[in-house]
Nanobody, 115 residues
Framework: QVQVVESGGGLVQPGGSLRLSCAVP????????MGWYRQAPGKQRELVAT???????VYADFAKGRFIISRDNAKNTVYLQMSSLKPEDTAVYYC?????????WGQGTQVTVSS
């Protein structure tokens, strides 16, 4: 079983910032497309942002201009920097490693945006 370990969630006020981290084994990090998804209560899981295996990134419309996905290849870690957070960003955020039909998920980290 591949370990996908997320951290960095928590409670933040509207307009605040938060950075999520996700660490995976090196053989996964170098070959798989790494990304972030989220799932709010009563809603389907949705893409937030992801690196593509061929290079480049994709962001959901709601994430553009507010969230930044980045990676540290030396640490086999991908990050999601979230700024200007809104109450509607409240969700469980999941890290994903994808290679075709293969998907590995983290356990999720709760992000709550509330005053």
């Amino acid at each position: 079983q591949v370990q996908v370990v997320e951290s960095g969630g928590g409670l933040v006020q509207p307009g605040g910032s938060l950075r999520l981290s996700c660490a995976v084994p090196g053989n996964i990090f170098s070959r798989y497309a790494m990304g972030w998804y989220r799932q709010a209560p009563g809603k389907q899981r949705e893409l937030v942002a992801t690196f593509l295996r061929g290079g480049g990134t994709v962001y959901a419309d709601f994430a553009k201009g507010r969230f930044i996905i980045s990676r540290d290849n030396a640490k086999n870690t991908v990050y999601l920097q979230m700024s200007s957070l809104k109450p509607e960003d409240t969700a469980v955020y999941y890290c994903n490693a994808n290679y075709g039909i293969l998907n590995y998920w983290g356990q999720g980290t709760q992000v709550t945006v509330s005053s």
